[in-house]
């Protein structure tokens, strides 16, 4: 009999096959036979399109039970969109989560974060949060920090944002509470995370942020003032659409 596959874990993936490799096979080595995990292509360039594939069918499972499989877009929309398209893949009853393709969160970190969700039988969303304090780790670079800090500010202009760390690329969300937000998250870039947390806000679904280990690992696509420029008016048309979103559910 097949094992049950109860969270399916997306990755989104652009032009990364580099990162992505080491850091998919060890997911598919820790990761236990609950877990289906979902590259989301984001419309690389054919050749990295190729080489997922390739990479894909060499590890179809690991020796903790977990899959693998890849879907391919035809044109890059961003990374909310390879989330979201990932996420629908999912079977009905599923819950949902996503990692970033470079490893930044580990696999030990991650598995630690669901452990804390499953046991503390969280009905809504785990915000993965890069907060330094006793016992966490966070190293990342001048750039990093700097378009962090940015994009925080962004955030902080819409109000009652309900995590302090929007961006971490690591998010566990209950099946019922994406059922109740999935219609109206539609932002496909970066902003996609502060979408889904203000969604959660307005819908009434809780958010918990959990500390963990962040490490910066070489390679990112991420530049200071165009992807700064591209968040503001990621920001401002999440703030104007969600204006006519009630508080609560009718």
Known sequence: MSPVRTVLLAIPHYNDTERLGPFLSELLDKLPSRFEIVVSDDG????EQRRLREMVGEFRSGRGGAVVRAIFATRNTGKGG????????ADPLMDLAFVDADGAVSVAEFLRAEDFFVRQELHGVLFGSRVKMLGRTVNRSLTRHLTGRVFATLVSILGEVPAYDTQCGLKIIRRSAWDLIRAHQTT????????????????????VEFPVDWTDVPGSKVRLLRDSR????????IRKRLQNLPSRPA
């Open 44 to 47: 690389s360039l054919p050749s």
């Open 188 to 207: 496909p870039g970066f902003a996609f995370d502060v979408e889904l947390c203000l969604l959660c806000r307005a819908f009434g679904v809780g958010v």
């Open 82 to 89: 390879a989330v979201r398209r990932a996420w629908d893949a």
């Open 230 to 237: 591209r968040m503001a008016l990621e920001v401002f048309r």
